[in-house]
């Protein structure tokens, strides 16, 4: 019979996980697939976080205004795959991106809500603090600087942005969560979107699941799930779910996503996606180790959704899959050797189970692939083995002989494995080598006992008395903290128990190096290489590793951890990208708060988190391009001006006297430089940026060859208060280009018209007298959804001539069908108009069986339109769409028409001239 144990000579404190910490502390989330949004925000994808961007995007949802629009897709976060992060309603690790339009209230590590909100919404995201005054006001404090206008109202408990342009993002669809069982909103959704003039552009449509936490306490979590965006006129995103509620408070979100669905406003499909995942069980306990078993929470938790493929539909049942593979195993690491009878400090967050469930492979359709391979963060951490003094004050880490606690800067030593048999004796020796560690050469040993056999004839067995076995070292005596100490040479264990016989294994606790290695791997993962195949080859060319030790000393990690907030990132100060085999490298280095003398004292220690903004994620200070022989043959350094904003404020309650303070970029400068032979040619870019509203006021470019080339922009806040006022802060008014000092151009956009908020004409500045000014464009005419209708060209000093086009809007004014030039709106009579637009229209709400008729009725249209005698005069071109895909037929001025023809899965397919002959011609072939 074997019996394992073990017998420890010090103290250990054992930590229980907090993961399922929600089911012990009252406290429920909502939102599991929105908490991963925070991943992107606070690691981002960036070279200086070692997180690779991996994307595959699905489909885009236009609307009236180009700067307005929804893309819909799905990437992919390591650090979102780890044993503690939920999967999402996509899969493990992944998210769908453009859909999960939040604003999201982060929660620390036992659930607790923060002041930590995170906003995602169609491209922009960022971070701020939502805090309370003195007074009890609520007000935000940006994390990321940036051109939106974020406010929040009390009364509602919701958020409005305003974007760059003055469009009008409402965030007052509000769920509800559970913390210490007191309700609270964890998420802001986004209902709708609306332009300056207050159209609607985007309207957001959500399923919405309530229900009751367990343990009877009456308490509801409500959960939203985007089903529906609609682009008024224009079409619609379609999002199909399965919903599980045995999945509540486990490691999945409840909603499974099943289909995202691209549909015109006649509700026909153009696109579809379908989602293939199931639940996999995962393991985070080493079975080599037979003390370390499961977590003793319910094991179904480790159950995670996964995301096997993706499939693409186009109008057919044909489809293209994309597939995933993941890794199953722990990283090859131990990250410490281990005793086999017991699970070690801290086992469930050793760093090698961050390789379980990472993705490993992408196949797509063209039957490439690209591979990832992961490994765990590496930051730096000074580390001592020596005893600050009494009274003394270090910032070090003081690693304890003793106490087996650090992986990176400690091992166990195996000192042998001994036999013992009570028959023999009761005791035993081993011989001890000095610990190099120790200077009296003292060890601190732990040992696993392992009994083959048990007698049953010793004096102290009798009847009744159940037979055990067991062994104690002997120590040498005790050091000051009362922990036992085995000096050099010959040591003694004692059998105890009614008697046996099996083998003692002694090992010692011992410093990796000396000094301590200055490091701490873990806190997620970075990516460690890149491959592409083709044919299941590697192409080498395309290879791409990379490396994260400091450029001056390659045996020390250039990652830098902050710890100021539970989600605060690796940030690495230098990174190389070395491409293939002997192919090359790139060197890039990152600034952080260590680089910033704002940021540190006489002695150069970090006492402050000035530029908190801007160097947190790390900003890029130079990069260096080399050969395959070492040889440097290009360089960019750039160069940058802070000028700090807004107040001191604080991060956390608990960082107490640790305040933070943001600021903008006023300046910077790229130095380009590439190297030939001996000679360095170097252009130089200079970019000057207004703090108010972080627009660019100026670009200077020194060419290679000595040229200045200069250019000066002004913004509404110069020239338009009225735009200003309204949230529009980037349209350009004036952009005025020299040349080595001499003006070359200098035009200027003029918004005269208070009725709405579109340019009204463009003027040219005669480069010899600035005080003279030529009208190049006069936009006469705006429809009520902002398209342009009529304009004219090089009119006269009275506005009164030029050259006239019309522009008439159909498909519901969403897309132009006929284009008139040389007449005004006036000119053309409205019966004509409201034959085309009428026709564009039932085209463009026709369903599948009759949209090939409604077509041909809108080119006959067209076309006599085109010839109506009224109209003889002018020169004009028709269009007809199928829409969300792309033109379909284009009739010139001479009446030859071009039409173009799709495939099933959308894609330009052929152009066919008026003869019907194919001139073009586009094929799509996939290796299988």
């Not at 036992?110 to 939502?130: A, E, R, S």
């Not at 020194?702 to 509404?716: Q, W």
Request: glycine residues 8%.
């Amino acid at each position: 019979m074997n019996k394992l144990n073990c017998l420890i000579v010090f103290l250990l404190t054992f930590f229980s996980g907090s993961l399922f910490s929600q089911v012990a502390d009252g406290s429920y989330v909502s939102a599991p697939s929105a908490s991963s949004v925070a991943s992107f925000i606070d690691a981002p994808i960036a070279l200086s976080t070692g997180v690779p961007d991996i994307t595959a995007p699905f489909f885009s949802l236009s609307t009236r205004n180009s700067e307005v629009g929804l893309n819909i897709g799905i990437s992919y976060h390591p650090n979102n795959s780890g044993k503690k992060q939920r999967a999402s309603d996509v899969g493990a690790g992944w998210s769908l991106y453009g859909s999960t339009c939040i604003i999201y209230r982060e929660t620390a590590t036992f659930g607790q809500p923060t002041d930590f909100y995170n906003y995602n919404f169609l491209g922009k995201n960022g971070k701020f603090l939502l805090k309370t005054s003195d007074s009890g006001g609520k007000y935000i404090i940006p994390l990321t600087q940036s051109k939106l206008r974020i406010s929040y109202n009390e009364t509602e408990n919701s958020f409005q942005i305003i974007d760059e342009s003055g469009n009008t993002y409402f965030f007052d669809v509000k769920d509800m969560a559970v913390y210490n069982n007191t309700g609270y909103t964890s998420c802001y959704y986004l209902s709708k979107v609306k332009d300056v003039l207050q159209n609607d552009l985007l309207l957001f449509n959500y399923r919405i699941e309530t229900y009751m936490i367990p343990g009877g306490s009456n308490q509801y979590v409500t959960s939203f799930k985007l089903i529906k965006v609609t682009s008024p006129d224009i079409g619609s995103l379609d999002f199909n779910y399965d919903f599980n509620t045995a999945l509540f408070n486990k490691m999945s979100d409840p909603f499974q996503l099943h289909t995202v669905e691209l549909k015109s406003k006649a509700g026909k499909t153009i696109q579809k996606y379908t989602l293939q995942n199931e639940l996999w069980p995962y393991t985070y306990h080493d079975t080599n180790i037979s003390s370390c078993g499961p977590d003793s929470w319910d094991n179904s938790l480790y159950e995670k959704r996964v995301l096997r493929s993706v499939r693409k539909y186009g109008n057919s049942t044909d489809f293209e899959q994309t597939s995933f593979e993941y890794k199953t195993t722990p990283f090859d690491e131990n990250y410490w050797a281990y005793l086999k009878c017991q699970c070690m400090y801290n086992e469930p967050d050793n760093p090698k189970y961050w390789g379980i469930g990472l993705l490993n492979t992408i196949q797509y359709p063209t039957g490439g692939k690209t591979r990832y391979e992961f490994e765990p963060n590496a930051y730096f951490v000074k580390k001592t083995h020596v005893l600050p003094s009494l009274g003394s004050f270090s910032t070090d880490a003081y690693i304890t002989p003793y106490l087996l606690e650090d992986r990176d800067a400690q091992i166990l030593e195996d000192i042998g494995t001994f036999s013992f048999d009570s028959h023999n004796a009761n005791t035993g020796t081993f011989q001890l080598s000095a610990n190099p560690d120790d200077a009296q050469g003292n060890s601190y040993l732990l040992y696993c006992v392992n009994v083959d056999v048990l007698y049953t004839d010793g004096p102290i067995w009798g009847p009744g008395i159940t037979p055990t076995a067991d062994v104690k070292l002997i120590s040498g005596g005790y050091d000051n903290w009362g922990n036992e100490i085995f000096v050099p040479g010959t040591n003694t264990f004692q059998v105890l128990g009614t008697g046996g016989a099996g083998t003692v294994n002694v090992k010692r606790i011992r410093y990796k190096s000396l000094p301590l290695p200055n490091y701490t791997t873990g806190n997620g993962v970075r990516i460690k290489k890149i491959e592409f195949l083709a044919n299941d080859v590697v192409v080498d060319s395309e290879t791409r590793s990379y490396s994260y030790q400091k450029f001056n000393d390659n045996t020390l990690t250039s990652g830098i951890y902050h710890g100021l907030i539970d989600n605060d990132p690796i940030v690495y100060r230098n990174v190389k990208e070395t491409i293939g085999q002997n192919k090359g490298y790139v060197k890039y280095y990152f600034k952080t708060f260590e680089d910033s003398p704002d940021n540190l004292d006489a002695e150069g220690n970090l006492i402050s988190k000035m530029h908190y903004n801007l160097l947190r994620n790390g900003l890029l200070d130079k990069k260096e391009i080399f050969d395959a022989a070492n040889t440097m043959v290009a360089k960019e350094e750039n160069i940058y001006e802070f000028q700090p904003i807004g107040g001191l404020y604080q991060i956390d309650a608990s960082t107490i006297g640790s305040y933070n303070k943001n600021s903008v970029i006023t300046k910077q400068t790229n130095i380009s430089t590439s190297f030939i032979g001996s000679d360095a040619i170097s252009a130089t870019t200079e970019s000057v940026r207004r703090p108010l509203d972080l627009n660019i006021m100026s670009k200077k470019n020194i060419t290679a060859e000595g040229d200045i080339i200069e250019e000066k922009y002004t913004y509404p806040r110069d020239g338009s208060i009225r735009l200003w006022m309204v949230g529009i802060k980037d349209h350009l008014l004036t952009t005025e280009t020299k040349k080595n000092g001499v003006i070359l151009s200098k035009s200027q956009t003029l918004y005269d018209d208070t009725a709405h908020y579109y340019p009204t004409s463009q003027l040219g500045y005669l480069p010899d007298d600035l005080t003279k000014t030529v009208k190049n464009t006069i936009y006469d005419i705006y429809d009520d959804k902002g398209n342009m209708v009529q304009y004219r060209t090089f009119p006269d000093a009275t506005d009164s001539a030029g050259f006239p086009v019309t522009m008439i809007w159909g498909y519901h004014k969403t897309m132009p069908i006929a284009k008139i030039e040389g007449a005004k709106l006036s000119d053309i009579p409205s019966y004509l108009i409201d034959a085309i637009v009428n026709a564009s229209n039932a085209d463009a709400d026709a369903l599948p069986a009759t949209e090939a008729a409604k077509e041909n009725d809108l080119i006959a249209a067209l076309n006599t339109f085109r010839n109506d005698t009224a109209l003889k005069s002018f020169i004009i071109t028709g269009y007809t769409y199928d829409p969300l895909v792309g033109m379909t037929t284009m009739i010139s001025p001479g009446g030859l028409t071009e039409k173009y023809r799709y495939d099933s899965f959308n894609r330009l397919q052929k152009v066919i001239n008026t003869n019907g002959v194919t001139v073009k011609e586009y094929k799509y072939n996939y290796k299988n």
